[in-house]
């Protein structure tokens, strides 16, 4: 481990549970969340317009397009004195890189060239990521479990189903 991991886990230690829901817990939800739900209209559609190759790359741009802006937006709007949500460049690099991984996950089953089946691992992994989101609303939100399924679900579904109109447009 460099320096920088040592006092980051040092950090993480020392950090009592409301600093580390601010400053980490937070910002990777925000991400997550985003990075799940905003990609899935132009995977889809690009899928059903242009087959799983397109629905791959179109995936990864727009996973890295939203990190940067999601990484962005969160270290701009704050700087984390008044609010003591930790500092702006760590916020925005953990809400980067959830923004990322949430993206992207459901993007690399489109490596597989048989639209159906990409598609139906895409949608297990896409289903996956949403119960995961809301097991973290649940375990670090408080949000029971049957109420944060429905609100990231009717998320998702809302837009993987413009996703599917426009590509079949």
Not at 129 to 153: C, D, H, M, N, Y
Request: charged share 10%; aromatic share 4%; hydrophobic share 55%.
């Amino acid at each position: 481990m460099t320096t920088a991991d040592l006092t980051l886990v040092r950090r993480w230690r020392a950090a009592d549970e409301r600093q580390r829901l601010l400053q980490v817990i937070q910002p990777a939800l925000i991400g997550l969340i985003d990075g799940t739900i905003s990609t899935l209209a132009p995977i889809f559609a690009t899928a059903y317009i242009a087959g799983s190759h397109a629905a791959l790359l179109v995936g990864l741009a727009a996973a890295l397009g939203a990190a940067i802006s999601m990484g962005m937006s969160e270290g701009l709007s704050d700087d984390g004195q008044i609010t003591g949500r930790g500092a702006a460049l760590s916020r925005g690099m953990i809400t980067g890189v959830a923004t990322f991984v949430g993206g992207t996950a459901h993007a690399l089953p489109f490596l597989i060239n048989d639209l159906d089946t990409a598609l139906t691992v895409a949608y297990i992994v896409v289903s996956i990521e949403l119960v995961l989101i809301a097991w973290v609303r649940k375990r670090f939100l408080g949000v029971p479990l049957k109420t944060s399924l429905i609100q990231v679900t009717l998320g998702g579904v809302i837009v993987a189903t413009v996703g599917v109109l426009v590509g079949h447009a």
